[in-house]
């Protein structure tokens, strides 16, 4: 923009961001929801990085968490049932200057769309993505999620569920290329930032779990968890996650974990209680699938204008050629 | 009196000036608010400009930074276009150096140079960014920095513009006329004996069919059987004279298929100076007075109402006196660019006189240097407001355009220059290009912005072509803060203790003059240790409206080129001229609409008239019985009994005690640990004026008075990670209070 002469005295780059311009609406969201933890831990990111509104897109799936990116003053794509990866796959690799987050809950990334998990964990494009796992799903009014722990009750099942949970953690941790992987829960704020900030930085598809409540459906599942600090195992190292000295007075049940033992870091993802919290993964040289495929050429309007006339060519009816035979 | 305080006294009283005052060296101090102003060529700003070759359109000047954004907007898109933008942006600096460094010159010969020692021949990516970005960039035109060639320049290329809008109606008009005249010449001739000879008749049938007529014949018959209508000789006589004379006029350039002509021949209409305007002007008329008189003719001749009974008296009389304001604006307008620096007496008063008589010209007044040596002595030092003074005698005129900016704001002003050009009449421009043409360690730029903060040179329009009132003619909203004495500006700097402090400060009338080293001897600088509490900012002390006080100093902040802060001491001298400067500044804001005093006075009596309505109304409610007015009294009562608010606990402030409820132990106050917040939304929804979200959505007491000790058991007992602490009771009058107190015993 141009300056005018007599604001050039005035305000220059002052082109600070607040919270308060990332916020958007308020939230529908349950009172009590861990998502309201997310969200708050999300825009403070985007403060504190000051990252452009118009650069920045969250994408999401459907569900509770999938709200999200109404509530976010960026881009925002609420995508259809299980597709939020592919999606995000897409805006990143036609748009690599933008920064694309993805929020997906544990219906949404590891039941419907857990084919698609697999494949953007392989990929591992410059991705951040947060589960929102509250182990049950909650837009729906109680039906067991892949992640509901074995014998929860729920309208789809009433006798309690059959099966043992899904661990989101350790098959993240099973396939090719996985570069980083994290675990938060939603009521130790401060340790939720630095997890979802060191996601940020990452370059490569960043994976976070954020273990999360919900007090409509599930209000008692977690209660232990909350009041019990010893039940939260913080992971720290160098190359990790530090604790502050107010987060080490209230929870003393810690553990030292390089980020970089692959085999540490699934033993420690396949423990429930106490829950570790913390960075278990990180490898910042694996390639990104973006890199290894860019073309280099101008996305000009006319160059998409070509793109998008070609593929529909391709459904159009040429008068010379006729009805099909 | 304290001793470091007389010395001050002194020097601001009488000039006298102790050694440990030295002298403010100038290019080494600046006003505190320019601080951030020191490299422009850094800043994107409203400078340079360009000036737009050929047919712009509607933005004949449009800035650099603002031309190049457009252009990148179009194609930059993509994974490329930060690139593009960036290297786009590194060039537009370059070409801001370039043209700060050695004045203007074509766009596409700086983007040359620029590029060039940006080392584009080394770098590819640079090389294909900037061939996009120029490939993109339709336009080319002269960059022209802030400086005193800019009024001219500027003017010259907006006059042009006018000028040639004004070329285009004119010739489409006359060419129009000149075709219809000679459609009726050639057709009297087509009608007459040479037009029906067999010769001619042939030419007309042309080459096809001429074997099937017989021309002789049908030469015979027509001029037998034909009317005889062919014009009579003196309009036949008339009309080509009319021709004659509208192919000839000298005034626009004239009409060719290929478009307009350069001005070959013609008359020139750009002058230096009023009285060679006027004398070419007069020497002009009689043939000013001809084209006019040919075109009206023209237009009655082709209309077929011209009676030579009636007409030709009265077009053979026709004199300059007998042009209607709409017959002058048909011609061009003459610029006259007067040389920067006082008017000479007569050229001020052939300017007055032309403006007040109505003469088509477009006169640019330009000062350079505001701060006026030769007015006085060696020690008195004043601001040349002669430029405004010229500038309210004209608008007194009533019917002439004026317009009045400093050059930094000309951008801004660009409209108003436009329609001062297309103005049916007189234009007057002031213009002050801050360019006093001595080595100066401020940009001229800044300088001239400087002008217009503090009001020593404000920018305003008077179009008298806008309405019929003042409120509508004049236009004081270029300047910012328009309804304070002098713009006020937040200016944060580190104190001694290294913590930030915020101080609003007006650029007054006084920072200007101190950007000039010749003020040197009306300022002094003082030693840092001994800034003592006698010492008033002049802003505030301007502000006050009041004179100093005996042990009052006003005092400067200025900046050294490391950017520390000095108090600089000055002298009455300054202050005197920074109220005039005031005074001057209030008198425009009158006309202007802004605390206007008539506006003002008519306010107080309404307001007046209200109150005592008021109280009128109020005495008749006092008379009748009042009812339920001791719930307040006893709420009153309750709130002095209370314990004295404490100050409610700042968020982040528990950020240290991290584990909370060990540190804060024994408290009675209510307090939440703030960083341990996951933003859930019970407590606000509970009561959002007592439970409120800090600039991290972490929530903390805002003020445990709006709300019920029995809310923040509520919230406490509510708040899932159990991190509100209700304290003890405010109220000891509340309902229900034993049963609470046991209840919030759990999260003390």
Redo the contacts between chains.
Sequence with gaps: ??????????Q?YDERH??EDYQSGV?RWC????D??I??AV??LCRDEQLKPEKTVFVSGIGCSSRLPHYMKTYGFHGIHGRALPIAEGVRM????LHVFVNTGDGDCCSIGAAHWIHALRYNMNLTVFLHDNQVYGLTKKQASPTSPKGLKSNTTPRGSYLEALNPLTVTLGVQNVSFVAQAV?????VLYDIVSAAFHHKGLSFVRIVQ?C?EWLPQLLEPF??DPMKVKLLHHDDGLAI????A??YKNTQRHDPADMNRAREIASGVDPIPVGILYRNPDVPCYEDLR?T?Q????DLIRQGLEAELDKFTVWPQEGPAT | MNADLQTYVAFHRTGRRSPELPPVETPALRPA??A??RDLTA????FPLVLIHGDAGEAPVR?L??LL?STLHD?A??????R?AAHVGRLERQIRTLVAQHGAGKLSELWHVAANLLGVRADDQLRDSLD?ARAALTVDGDVVGCDRRLPALLLGHVWQAAQRMKAKKFQSEVVQLVRRLSELVRGNEARSETGRAPARLQAAVGTGFEDAFDFGTLSRVLSRSAPKTTLPETRRGRVESLVAALQAQPFFPAATDAGVAPSSGAFSFVFSSVVAARDAYRARLPELVAVARAVAMAELEVAGEYREARHDGFFQQLGPEDLAPQDLGLFPDYLVTLPPGPLTPVEQATLMEALSAGLPIKALVQTDDLIDAAAGSETHLTLDLRSRQLASMTMAQNDVYVLQSPA??L??MRHGLERGMTYPGPALFCVYSGDAGRPSHLAP?LVA?AA??SRAFPAFSYDPAAGGDWASRFDLS???QPDLDW?A?RFTYEDETHQAAVEQIA?TAVDLIACDSRSARHLARTARSKWIPGMISVSNLLASGAKPRPDQVPYLWMVDADNTLHRVVADEALLREARRCREMWHSLQELGGIHNSYADRALARERERRQVDASDHATTLIATPATGTAAPVAIVLAAATSPAPAESIVPGET?????GPESASGSDEAYIET????????CT?INSRMFAYN????AYIANPDAGTFRELVEAAE?C???IIHPGQPRNPNEPGLDELIERAKPFL
């Design positions: 923009m141009t300056t005018a002469a007599t604001e050039c005295l005035l220059l607040e919270l939230p009172t009590g929801c861990g309201n933890a969200l708050a825009q403070r036609a748009r690599p200057d939603d009521w130790i704020p401060e409540r007090p909350l009041h502050s000295p107010g987060i007075k209230v860019v280099g101008l996305r000009t309007p | 608010l320019l951030r102003f800043i994107r700003h409203d800035s930074s603002e954004d194609f898109h993509g994974p490329h276009g930060d593009v996009r930094s704001h951008p801004q730029y912005a217009l903060e270029a300047n910012p713009p500006h650029f950020a240290a005690a991290g584990g960083p341990r917040c996951s933003t859930c939304n019970e929804q600039e991290n959505r972490q509510s899932q990670v159990s």
